[in-house]
Structure formats: C-alpha cells, structure tokens
C-alpha cells in the first residue's frame, strides 16, 4: 500500500541527496542520469497531483522552489531554469506524488536538461551538489 517513493523519501526510509526541508516540503535531487541536475520539490504529504494540493502546500512547496532557485543561482549562475510539473500519464508524469523539476539550464542543452558538471553522477556527486545548494540556502533546514 504504501509504496509511494516519495512518501518513503519523506519520512527518511529512502536515501536522498536532500536540498531542503520543512514540514510541509522537502527538496531533493533527482536521481535518473536523464534529469542530472533537476532538484525535486515535493509537499510531504501525498498529494497524487496538482489539482489535489491544498492552498497551504501549494504555499509551502512554491516557496521553497523559489527559494532554491536563488540558492542554484548564487552557487552555479545558470544560464536559466526550468521549473516544471508534469501532471497525469499522458503528460509524462511517472511518479504520482506532485513534484516539481527545477532545472537548471546551460547553454546548448537544446533537448535535454543536463546539469553543467556531469552526464551521469553518482551518489556521492548528487550529495555534493545537494551540500553546495544548502549552503547557499537563505535559510538553512
Ligand atoms: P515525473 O516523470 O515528472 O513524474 O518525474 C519523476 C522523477 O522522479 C523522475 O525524473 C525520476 O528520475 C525521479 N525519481 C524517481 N525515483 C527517485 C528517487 N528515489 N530519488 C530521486 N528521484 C527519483
Ligand atoms: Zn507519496
């Protein structure tokens, strides 16, 4: 039943390369080499998608996309950012529990969203990056 990733991810049972953190949403980076880069912002409860978030949590996650954005800003200087919710199958939702993609961009990446230092990280190189943005957080979590 409770199978949710995300969910798992936000109570801490699953390993994360966590950004930021609240109690109504957390951030994190996602872990799939194709989205290298996408910092994940989700409430922490389980909201399916977009049309179920309560004005609170629409609140709460916004904020910190708007927060970590300036934090990816002030460590990496992007070129630009994305900042994207897929929302049901056939838009290219995969895990159903509302997120949101920050992307940061470089230039040249027409097609796909690449972080600027690596094609594939690891682990280690996820929590790096994770550290980096923390550490220019406004406030830290
Ligand atoms: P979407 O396709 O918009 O529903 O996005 C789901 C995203 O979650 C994909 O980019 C996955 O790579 C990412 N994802 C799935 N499982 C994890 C995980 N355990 N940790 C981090 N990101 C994940
Ligand atoms: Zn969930």
Partial sequence: ???????????????????????????FMDIAPVAAG??????????ADI???????AAAVMQMAVRVA??????FAPAGLN?????????G?????FHLHLVPRVPGDGIRFRWPHS?????DELDALARE????????S
Avoid: K
């Fill in 1 to 27: 039943m409770d199978e949710c990733i995300f969910c798992r991810i936000a109570r801490g049972e699953a390993r994360a390369s966590v950004v930021a953190r609240s109690s109504r949403a957390m951030a």
């Fill in 93 to 97: 939702q995969d895990v159903f529990h």
């Fill in 70 to 75: 300036r934090a990816l800003w002030a460590a």
């Fill in 51 to 57: 049309y179920e978030l309560s004005d609170e949590d």
């Fill in 119 to 123: 094609d594939r990280p690891d682990r």
């Fill in 83 to 91: 900042l994207i919710s897929s929302n049901g199958r056939a838009a």
């Fill in 133 to 140: 943005i923390r550490s220019h957080l406004e406030i830290a």
């Fill in 38 to 47: 996408h910092v994940l912002i989700i409430p922490t409860a389980h909201v």
